[in-house]
């Protein structure tokens, strides 16, 4: 059974910075799978925050979180990472690390997912 775990979500103040991870396990999810990270802020939708492909060579962002947030993985751990400097009140959302086998932003790609973590970002 596949499983993604997040850890690192927490509270911060403005400003602030913190580190999401996710780990992958099962045999589903191998170092090819795109690996993406999405967020769902309260009365919202689930909306696309950043992704990465297997080997690392490609990278998206949403427009909002670029210059900020990073994504990277270490497909040795099947972790995939979401650094976040710079963190706004706005950033406030429960995070999803999920995995598929297509590169996109679109959420219906992402065959596989995670419970998420709350990150919440104080004034």
């Known amino acids: 059974q596949v499983q993604l775990v997040e850890s690192g979500g927490g509270l911060v103040h403005a400003g602030g910075s913190l580190r999401l991870s996710c780990v992958a396990s099962?045999?589903?999810?191998?170092?090819?799978?795109?690996r993406g990270w999405f967020r769902q802020a309260p009365g919202k939708e689930r909306e696309f925050v950043s992704t990465?492909?297997?080997?690392?060579?490609?990278?998206a962002y949403a427009d909002s979180v670029k210059g900020r947030f990073t994504i990277s993985r270490d497909n040795a751990k099947r972790t995939v990472y979401l650094q976040m400097n710079s963190l706004e009140p706005e950033d406030t959302a429960v995070y999803y690390c999920?995995?598929?086998?297509?590169?996109?932003?679109?959420?219906?790609?992402?065959?596989?997912w995670g419970q998420g973590t709350q990150v919440t970002v104080s004034s």
């Open positions: 990465m492909t297997g080997g690392g060579a490609n990278t």
């Open positions: 999920a995995a598929g086998t297509i590169f996109g932003i679109d959420s219906s790609l992402y065959k596989y």
């Open positions: 099962g045999v589903s999810v191998n170092v090819n799978h795109v």
